[in-house]
């Protein structure tokens, strides 16, 4: 079946660090791949997404590439600040699943001064 | 209200009491959802509502009960409850087209 694997956290970097939040999926058909971003406190907010292989996502200096041959999708920002800190999650949708996702684990950002 | 609501945000009850989750969404969709979102494991789908009809239950114990009275309403009614069972549960919508969903803040719930 489905699956998406993050790597472990806590992330924890200084202000204007690199981030990157490897993330790879598991799939039978050719999934539309996404981030979600958790604030603490709220719910799931949809951070960017990449329908097809070689697109790239972007919003809010994050970005991130759907690489079809190391089925990744490699969460990247330049300069983290500290309202970054959250826990981002990676998702596909599988084709023929209608809007079913299917998560990671989640991996929590924490950014200091 | 705007996107989508979820009431209450927190809840504590005993295993012998029946309560109801609620969810509404202020987006015009069509498909709602409930998610469970324990510590260290990925998000659970628990439910599937397409067009007000239940299109997925991912072998979810009886003791949860989903109803969907209209396509903006949402109810996850519980009753005998376990301590396992609590976690943060979590809303959605969507255009049953489309790809993006919509989340609430969700209803932190804790099982005594």
């Known amino acids: 079946g489905d699956s998406v694997t993050q790597m472990e956290g806590p992330v924890t970097l200084s202000e204007e660090a690199f981030l990157t939040i490897n993330c790879t999926y598991t799939?039978?058909?050719?999934?539309?791949l996404f981030w979600y971003v958790q604030y603490p406190g709220e719910g799931l907010q949809l951070l960017l997404k990449?329908?097809?292989?070689?697109d790239k996502g972007s919003n809010k200096g994050f970005e991130a590439t759907y690489r079809k041959e190391t089925t990744s999708f490699h969460l990247e920002k330049g300069s983290v600040q500290v309202s970054d800190s959250a826990v981002y999650f990676c998702?596909?949708?599988?084709?023929?699943?209608?809007?079913?996702?299917?998560f990671g684990t989640g991996t929590r950002l924490q950014v200091t001064l | 209200e705007t996107g989508v609501t979820q009431t209450p945000r927190h809840l504590v009850m005993g295993m012998t009491n029946k309560k109801s989750l609620k969810c509404e969404q202020h987006?015009?969709?069509?498909?709602m959802y409930w998610y469970k979102q324990s510590a260290k494991k990925p998000l659970e789908l628990m439910f599937v509502?397409?067009?007000?009809?239940?299109?997925e239950n991912n072998s979810v114990p009886s003791r949860f009960s989903p109803e969907c009275p209209n396509s903006s309403h949402l109810f996850l009614h519980l009753h005998t409850l376990q301590p396992e069972d609590s976690a943060l549960y979590l809303c959605?919508?969507?255009?049953?087209?489309?790809?993006?969903?919509?989340f609430g803040p969700g209803t932190r719930l804790t099982v005594l």
């Open positions: 959605a919508s969507s255009q049953v087209t489309v790809n993006e969903q919509f």
């Open positions: 799939a039978t058909g050719y999934p539309s």
């Open positions: 990449a329908t097809k292989a070689d």
């Open positions: 998702a596909l949708r599988d084709t023929g699943t209608a809007s079913k996702l299917t």
């Open positions: 987006l015009g969709h069509n498909a």
């Open positions: 509502y397409s067009l007000e009809e239940r299109v």
